[in-house]
């Protein structure tokens, strides 16, 4: 099956710094990456995405590489707010009807005002 | 539109005893998934539903472990009886079945302890 690993497991960045959270998967089929935010007390919620047959996305201060032959991801977040802090989740899974997501362990972000 | 909703949010209960979580997808999503997150742990894939039918349950732990979806709209998962290393944040999530990336929306979780 997949396994995606996620590091680092805890992150602090002083407020405008930038955020880079780095995950390695397992499986080659898998060409399906979210990746997800969770806040204090709420649910996961999607950033971002990327899929397989782009290498990089970007969405204002977050952006998303993906480098298929290492198989590894990247998410990117420039010019860090107080509101970034939060638990991020990388995952990989096959695209389709039927997705089964692997995550990664999450990343607890710190940004420090 | 209403999100995914679980209920309780929270259960404390003693080993031994039984518990039931349930989950309420958005309004259509036939695709229903229960995750579990143990502290400081990754977010894992408990099983997965399209409709009625369970579609993939490989991540089930033993068989303490049971969920339904009877109709294929709201779920239940029951742990009986309850161990202590049950204890985490239980997620359900749902997405549409049509399409090819589908995003999966997140309830806000039951978080469980069993002491």
């Known amino acids: 099956g997949e396994n995606v690993e996620q590091h680092p497991s805890t992150l602090s960045v002083q407020e405008g710094d930038s955020a880079v959270i780095k995950c390695t998967y397992s499986d080659s089929a898998s060409n399906y990456f979210p990746w997800y935010k969770q806040e204090l007390g709420k649910r996961p919620q999607l950033i971002i995405d990327?899929?397989?047959?782009?290498g990089e996305k970007k969405d204002q201060r977050i952006a998303v590489t993906l480098n298929k032959t290492a198989k590894h991801f990247s998410l990117h977040i420039t010019e860090t707010q107080p509101e970034d802090s939060a638990v991020y989740f990388c995952?990989?899974?096959?695209?389709?009807?039927?997705?089964?997501?692997?995550f990664g362990i999450g990343t607890k972000l710190q940004v420090i005002p | 539109e209403a999100g995914v909703t679980q209920f309780p949010s929270h259960s404390v209960i003693e080993k031994g005893q039984t518990v039931t979580l349930r989950c309420d997808p958005i309004?259509?999503?036939?695709?229903l998934y229960w995750y579990r997150r143990v502290m400081g742990k990754e977010i894992k894939f408990l099983l997965h539903?399209?409709?009625?039918?369970?579609?993939?349950e490989s991540g089930m732990p033993n068989n303490r472990f049971l969920a339904e979806r009877t109709g294929g709209t709201y779920s239940t998962l029951k742990v009986q009886p309850a161990e202590l290393e049950d204890s985490g944040v239980y997620f359900c999530?749902?997405?549409?079945?049509?399409?090819?990336?589908?995003?999966?929306?997140f309830g806000p979780g039951t978080r469980l302890t069993v002491l």
């Open positions: 999530a749902s997405s549409e079945l049509a399409g090819v990336y589908n995003e999966q929306f």
């Open positions: 309004s259509g999503h036939d695709n």
């Open positions: 995952a990989a899974s096959r695209a389709g009807g039927y997705q089964k997501v692997t």
């Open positions: 990327i899929r397989s047959n782009v």
């Open positions: 539903f399209v409709k009625e039918s369970k579609q993939d």
